[in-house]
């Protein structure tokens, strides 16, 4: 199996701690130059001195919902280590809870979850595809999630945004495809970083319960999902939502109360 990156260059965003860390160190040690966004610079700094140990990375921080922002983040990175050859869209934010109750909150929930997980994915997208296109070559993995499937209940805001990003997934994949470039996702179910810390711990039994595996996924489990998806292996994988889930039975009568 070709899981070969040397001389490719690769974007990953929200890749200061958590899924995307671990996404950056496994692209790096496959031998991919990494630019490594966050929103913040200690931890996307960390990373990248990090990862340049071995290999090649540089920091850029980004809103990635800011258009502006990710037009200076791309010129920042490829100026340091080429053009990018695999974006992964990771970014994302937790941020969520009921459709009723008070109607601001509901939609400063909405426009902060579809402008992190929708348009920074097509923000970054953007930024990137026109130079995949004149290669012949690139490779686009989403971070979508679980939610998916069925939905969650008590989330309506992170689940548009997901759904959304799942869309755009399906619709790039149908568009480019003879353009060399491949567009695929990756859909953890959950997983052992900061977003699920602070579940009570009712609620984390429970989750571990309604896992065939018995256990929460590891960072490193979408990592290796992902660096698939990147390689040379996949290179006739086109339009897929990979479920990294552990085989979990939906909770569809999710309760934000529980964490």
């Known amino acids: 199996m070709d899981l070969d990156l040397s001389g490719r260059t690769a974007l990953v965003t929200g890749a200061g701690r958590g899924n995307g860390r671990a996404i950056a160190r496994e692209l790096s040690n496959l031998g ?49 280590l080429g ?37 920074g994915s097509i923000n970054c997208t953007l930024e990137v595809v026109d130079g995949m296109v004149d290669r012949g070559y690139g490779k686009v993995v989403n971070i979508t999630s679980i939610h998916t499937k069925n939905g969650v209940g008590m989330s309506p805001e992170y689940d548009v945004g997901k759904f959304s990003l799942l869309g755009l997934t399906k619709s790039l994949a149908l568009e480019l495809g003879r353009e060399g470039v491949r567009v695929n996702a990756v859909a953890p179910g959950w997983v052992n970083t900061r977003m699920t810390e602070g579940f009570t711990d009712e609620t984390h039994e429970q989750i571990k319960e309604l896992n065939p595996l018995g256990r929460y996924a590891e960072p490193e489990d979408i990592a290796d999902a992902v660096a698939f998806l990147a390689s040379p292996a996949a290179d006739y994988v086109n339009g897929h939502e990979l479920r990294v889930d552990g085989g979990q039975v939906p909770i569809d009568s999710w309760k934000h109360d529980n964490r």
């Open 32 to 80: 991919a130059s990494v630019i490594v966004n966050d929103l913040e610079a200690d931890p996307a700094e960390a990373v990248a001195e990090e990862l340049n140990e071995d290999g090649e990375a540089v920091a850029v921080t980004a809103d990635v919902s800011d258009q502006a922002a990710v037009e200076a983040m791309v010129e920042e990175g490829t100026d340091a």
């Open 83 to 119: 053009s990018v050859d695999v974006l992964v869209n990771n970014a994302g934010v937790g941020d969520a809870g009921p459709f009723l109750g008070e109607e601001a909150s509901l939609r400063e929930r909405f426009e902060l979850n579809i402008g992190v997980h929708l348009w």
